[in-house]
């Protein structure tokens, strides 16, 4: 069964520094996402993209958050300057049309 | 603003037992119910999902009842096994949106 790949499953960066979290989405779908769960919590919705921008994002997706397809079959998010608070576990999702289908997540801890 | 409500926080049942996990929106544009079950250190997994022109799905053990009028829906787990214990959430999108509204998530506990 097709499947979202993420790397890495384990990231630990210290305050302010930049991190980069990697997705390889299932390969015909279209739209792509970037989820969050801070431990014990429930799954927010951080970013959507299609058709190589973004087609929506949450109030938590913030100018230190940025995504990128750069070439075609990644899909990356990037925080700027990490703060304590971005710990948490990050689920990228793809879709074709209303299944989505997430990755096992990357957790990113910020010390 | 909370979405989607979702009840209890967690659940403890006897092998064979038949949870019940209960979810509430607002959003009447609403129109895609997906219920994700989770085991730690896992992304979720689609379990079912129903849409409002129906009142239940079944799939194997697993059943979604929909009330359209009272804007909830339920899972119900036939026969529940050890291996269902995982954390389950319900969740909601809109046609044309992108995004999922979780809820809260429900820790299922399955004693053998």
Same mark, same amino acid.
């Given at each position: &069964?097709?499947?979202?790949?993420?790397?890495?499953?384990?990231?630990?960066?210290?305050?302010?520094?930049?991190?980069?979290?990697?997705?390889?989405?299932?390969?015909?779908?279209?739209?792509?996402?970037?989820?969050?769960?801070?431990?014990?919590?429930? $799954?927010?919705?951080?970013?959507?993209?299609?058709?190589?921008?973004?087609? &929506?994002?949450?109030?938590?997706?913030?100018?230190?958050?940025? $995504?990128?397809?750069?070439?075609?079959?990644?899909?990356?998010?990037?925080?700027?300057?990490?703060?304590? &608070?971005?710990?948490?576990?990050?689920?990228?999702?793809?879709?074709?049309?209303?299944?989505?289908?997430?990755?096992?997540?990357?957790?990113?801890?910020?010390? | =603003?909370?979405?989607?409500?979702?009840?209890?926080? /967690?659940?403890?049942?006897?092998?064979?037992?038949?949870?019940?996990? %209960?979810?509430?929106?607002?959003?009447?544009?609403? *129109?895609?119910?997906?219920?994700?079950?989770?085991?730690?250190?896992?992304?979720?997994?689609?379990?079912?999902?129903?849409?409002?022109?129906?009142?239940?799905?079944?799939?194997?053990?697993?059943?979604? /009842?929909?009330?359209?009028?009272?804007? =909830?829906? /339920?899972?119900?787990?036939?026969?529940? =096994? +050890? @291996? *269902? /214990?995982?954390?389950?959430?319900?969740?909601?999108?809109?046609?044309?949106?992108? %995004?999922?509204?979780?809820?809260? @998530?429900?820790?299922?506990?399955?004693? +053998?």
């Amino acid at each position: &069964e097709p499947e979202v790949t993420q790397t890495p499953s384990h990231q630990v960066t210290q305050m302010g520094q930049e991190v980069i979290l990697r997705c390889v989405p299932i390969s015909n779908h279209l739209y792509f996402y970037w989820y969050r769960q801070i431990l014990g919590q429930k $799954v927010e919705f951080l970013v959507s993209f299609y058709n190589n921008e973004i087609s &929506e994002k949450s109030e938590i997706f913030d100018d230190q958050f940025s $995504v990128e397809r750069p070439d075609g079959s990644n899909f990356t998010l990037k925080i700027r300057s990490t703060k304590l &608070e971005d710990s948490a576990m990050y689920f990228c999702a793809s879709r074709e049309n209303y299944g989505y289908t997430f990755g096992s997540g990357t957790r990113l801890t910020v010390v | =603003q909370q979405q989607v409500k979702q009840s209890p926080q /967690s659940l403890i049942v006897q092998k064979g037992g038949i949870p019940i996990i %209960n979810c509430a929106y607002e959003n009447t544009a609403f *129109d895609y119910f997906p219920w994700y079950q989770q085991f730690p250190g896992k992304g979720p997994a689609l379990l079912i999902a129903i849409r409002p022109d129906v009142s239940e799905k079944k799939e194997g053990r697993f059943t979604i /009842s929909f009330n359209k009028s009272a804007k =909830q829906f /339920s899972l119900h787990i036939m026969d529940s =096994q +050890p @291996g *269902d /214990s995982a954390t389950y959430f319900c969740a909601a999108s809109r046609a044309g949106a992108n %995004n999922l509204f979780f809820g809260t @998530g429900t820790r299922l506990t399955v004693i +053998p």
